[in-house]
Nanobody, 116 residues
Framework: QVALVESGGGLVQAGGSLRLSCAAS????????MGWYRQAPGKQRELVAT????????NYADSVKGRFTISRDNAKNTVQLQMNSLKPEDTGVYYC?????????WGQGTQVTVSS
């Protein structure tokens, strides 16, 4: 039974910061590629950031590059997304993703709202 549980979302002013966390269970976390995706109202889900299973390589959407940082703690089975210099266009539901043995798994999502 795979479970990905996000936390840390909320309301923040533009220019502020939030740190999202995702706790994974039901997978061998150390061999899963992890990621964060987001979906704004009326728009498709988009990739925000990914991190390889060993944490040695990351990938970011151009829109968040230099502002967001993805990291993971393989001892705790968690992945984080540090979000700095937040903009209103960062508003959306953020989803934790695991790509594990050729399948995608998703968390329930956590709302991030950035006010002007």
């Amino acid at each position: 039974q795979v479970a990905l549980v996000e936390s840390g979302g909320g309301l923040v002013q533009a220019g502020g910061s939030l740190r999202l966390s995702c706790a994974a269970s039901g997978i061998i976390f150390q061999i899963a590629r992890m990621g964060w995706y987001r979906q704004a109202p009326g728009k498709q889900r988009e990739l925000v950031a990914t991190i390889t299973s060993n944490g040695r390589s990351t990938n970011y959407a151009d829109s968040v590059k230099g502002r967001f940082t993805i990291s993971r703690d393989n001892a705790k089975n968690t992945v984080q997304l540090q979000m700095n210099s937040l903009k209103p266009e960062d508003t959306g539901v953020y989803y934790c993703n695991a790509f594990y043995i050729s399948r995608d798994y998703w968390g329930q999502g956590t709302q991030v709202t950035v006010s002007s």
